[in-house]
């Protein structure tokens, strides 16, 4: 039986792809047109805590994100909202949800954050609803809120695979490898000087799809650099692995570049870090590190403990350089968690009566 007018409190991270996705077959199911993989953050370095409570004497579904109400009317919104509808609809209830939830990432990084809310949004109702959905379901109802989160379901190393149907059954994300499988391994997530506001990913990959005559080799570009990066993992080649990552952030943002209108998401601070870590990777006379950019200026910087130094060095001279405002390293992370209800973030003040 779910429990109504209970608080339920969990956590989860976002996650960073090493191969991307940006285009979708389908824009309702959300259905990209290739694979992705990803490595999920640890909730040390970044993580999002959401509480949720269901209740028959709400009026209507509140929602406050960073401790801002958000009007459940915006177009936006509403859209990623629709998870929530669709969990209800699955558990038979009408209750109304306040959902509160909050960012704790560095502060002003514009970094992406629907990946790791709806990821656990959709695990924490699983929860309140005592829906029972198997890891795999949550991800296919994650996805159609937003692409990304899909894999933020998982920890560790993480597949999306597209999947063939036209239902969208079988696009979710699996485990790769597990949150220790790689303890060497670390991100540098690069947070660079920025205000201006970016094209959402939503409408930018609509853009690439519809206008953009290259994007055709993309599904079977991305496929092979997909098989080609599983192995260096498995192998844990981290040249091979950066080799992957750098050659197919630079291959979506050539595809960017190329839309009509053409979108760009890098800045001068983004190309310097691509200079350092290429001139890094060139003294060293191997692949040492590999960068990686969303849809936004902000870089991820892979590599190993081993290196981690010489990385750290290259970008605190970027730093003194004016060009990055800070730096935050992660190792790879667990998916969500609940939270004892003890850490609830609603406060009665937010329920409105
Ligand atoms: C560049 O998942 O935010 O970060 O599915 O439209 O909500 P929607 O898009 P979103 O796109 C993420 C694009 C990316 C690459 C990636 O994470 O794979």
């Known amino acids: 039986m779910m429990a109504l007018d209970k608080v339920f409190t969990a956590e989860g991270s976002p996650n960073i792809a090493l191969i991307k996705y940006w285009g979708k077959r389908d824009e309702r199911l959300i259905l ?13 370095a970044m993580r999002t805590v959401t509480s949720v409570m269901f209740s028959k004497r709400l009026r209507k579904d509140i929602f406050y994100l960073d401790g801002k ?5 915006d177009k936006d919104i509403k859209e990623r909202f629709a998870i929530v509808e669709k969990m209800r ?17 560095p502060t002003a990084s514009g970094l992406a954050s629907s990946a790791s809310g709806i990821a656990t949004l ?18 296919i109802i994650a996805r159609q809120g937003s692409g990304s989160a899909s894999r933020s379901l998982l920890g ?16 979710f994300a699996q485990q790769l490898f597990k949150e220790d499988y790689w303890p060497e391994l670390i991100d540098n997530i690069v947070v660079v000087s920025t205000g201006k506001k970016k094209v959402p990913s939503r ?5 690439t799809v519809n206008t953009n005559p290259l994007f055709k080799q993309r599904a079977s570009s991305a496929q092979s650099r997909l098989a080609e990066i599983k192995k260096a993992f498995k192998a844990k080649d981290i040249s091979k692995v950066a080799e992957c990552t750098i050659a197919d952030s630079n291959e979506m943002h050539a595809l960017m570049l190329s ?6 998401y890098l800045n001068a601070a983004s190309y310097a870090i691509m200079d ?42 970027l730093e003194k350089r004016g060009m990055i405002s800070y730096v935050k390293t992660s190792g790879l992370g667990e998916g969500p968690r609940m939270l004892p209800e003890s850490r609830s973030l609603i406060k009665k003040s937010m329920l409105g009566r």
């Open 276 to 317: 350092a870590i290429e001139e890094l990777n060139a003294m060293e006379g191997k692949t040492i590190a590999g960068y990686t950019f969303d849809a936004g200026p902000n870089a991820n910087i892979i590599t190993i403990r081993k290196y981690q130094g010489k990385v750290t060095r290259v970008l605190s001279q």
């Open 32 to 44: 990209p047109c290739n694979s992705s993989l990803s490595i999920t953050f640890d909730r040390k």
């Open 259 to 264: 839309t009509i209108p053409s979108i760009r």
């Open 122 to 139: 959709v695990y924490v109702i699983n929860k309140a609803l005592v829906l029972g959905l198997s890891t795999k379901e949550m991800s």
């Open 89 to 105: 609809r699955i558990a038979k209830t009408d209750a109304r949800v306040a959902v509160v939830s909050q960012n704790y990432f």
């Open 203 to 207: 409408a930018g990959m609509r853009a």
């Open 69 to 73: 109400k958000q009007d459940l009317d």
């Open 156 to 171: 560790g190393v993480v597949v999306w695979n597209k999947g063939k149907r036209h239902d969208g059954k079988d696009s």
